[in-house]
């Protein structure tokens, strides 16, 4: 038979190790990263009247919650939404709500540094239109 005292001593004790590790389980799930987007390639065509560029066209979704990390395009690069909502911006800009059939573009010289879904709930998705250089990697690290 367990003694009461001790029974009580023990649970007490457990709790007291338990509980801040329940107030910190929040704060550790913050810091991880949000779900990266989803991209899918439509649409590659060399520009006959610009030699050396092309335009790719892909589809990308931003999963709830989800976020580019900051990096360029070396592109203008033309962005529709599609549906859901995002938050676009560059270095030096103002934040964008943008909105279903709502537009933003960027600059080959631009730092993308806000591209994320407004949304915690929801997917959002749009279309981006970059022209480019061939044979260049349409995301590039920032500098």
């Known amino acids: 038979m367990r003694h009461p005292l001790r029974s009580r001593t023990a649970s007490r ?4 190790i338990a509980l801040p590790a329940l107030m910190l389980a929040p704060a550790s799930r913050a810091q991880t990263a949000p779900p990266d987007p989803i991209v899918a390639a439509l649409f590659t065509q060399a520009l006959a009247d610009a030699p050396g560029k092309e335009v790719l066209m892909l589809k ?14 070396d ?13 676009m911006g560059v270095r ?4 964008v709500h943008l909105k ?5 573009y960027e600059g080959p010289h631009d730092v993308h540094t806000v591209g994320r879904n407004a949304s915690q709930t929801r997917p959002a998705s749009f279309v981006v239109m970059l022209i480019k250089q061939q044979g ?3 995301v590039l690290p920032a500098h």
């Open 100 to 104: 279903p059939g709502e537009t933003f």
């Open 136 to 138: 260049v990697q349409p």
């Open 13 to 16: 004790f457990a709790l007291a």
């Open 60 to 73: 990308v979704t931003y999963p709830p919650g989800g976020a580019d990390p900051v990096h360029r395009h």
């Open 92 to 95: 030096g800009g103002q934040e």
């Open 75 to 87: 592109a203008h690069g033309f962005i529709y939404v599609l549906d859901g909502e995002i938050v």
